[in-house]
């Protein structure tokens, strides 16, 4: 199935804005840093100190789900096609120069795209077709359990302690 002018205008818009995309293979989703190159999104890992993908792999399907970059809500969510690109080829090549440049905190920026070849995998997230209607629901999953909190009943003294700082403020 191929893609509208317009859809693929749309698809390729959210997805060069977007910071992050939200990606399910035959895993759970993850959430991957991208670049767009050639008219699809291009996502690097699968090695040391690389994001995981697992679940994608070459040929198959994905869904991938793009959010806003201020809002955070999901803009779009289309499905693609899976190809892994082969190391020091001409595709490979290009968009390995644009995800350089969005590759933050890099470890060995000097080496990295000999380590990338070595070491990782690059896909290309081919834009298939694109989801008429968004999902309804959050999709968001239950935070994990854990013993740590952000909010504790105030101590019983705090509150005389700063009506006392604030009687010595005034004087």
Same mark, same amino acid.
Do not use: Y
């Given at each position: ?17 977007s ?5 399910r ?13 050639? /008219? ?8 040391? /100190? ?21 809002k ?6 289309w ?18 120069a644009?995800?350089? /440049? ?28 694109v ?21 504790q009943?105030?101590?019983? /003294? ?13 004087r």
């Amino acid at each position: 199935m191929t893609l509208s002018a317009l859809d693929l205008a749309l698809v390729e818009e959210a997805t060069k804005k977007s910071g992050l995309i939200w990606v399910r293979g035959s895993g759970a989703d993850r959430g991957l840093w991208h670049a767009w190159v050639d /008219g699809a999104a291009h996502v690097l890992g699968d090695g040391p /100190g690389e994001q995981p993908f697992p679940g994608l792999a070459d040929g198959a399907a994905a869904e991938v789900t793009v959010r806003s970059k201020d809002k955070g809500g999901r803009l779009v969510a289309w499905t693609a096609t899976v190809r892994e690109l082969v190391p020091g080829s001409e595709p490979w090549e290009a968009a390995v120069a644009e995800l350089k /440049g969005k590759r933050l905190n890099a470890p060995d920026s000097a080496e990295m795209t000999a380590r990338w070849a070595r070491e990782c995998r690059l896909l290309r997230l081919e834009p298939e077709s694109v989801r008429a209607a968004l999902p309804e629901g959050s999709l968001a999953a239950a935070p994990l359990g854990s013993p740590a909190t952000t909010r504790q009943p105030v101590p019983a /003294g705090l509150p005389k302690l700063l009506l006392k700082r604030k009687k010595k403020a005034s004087r």
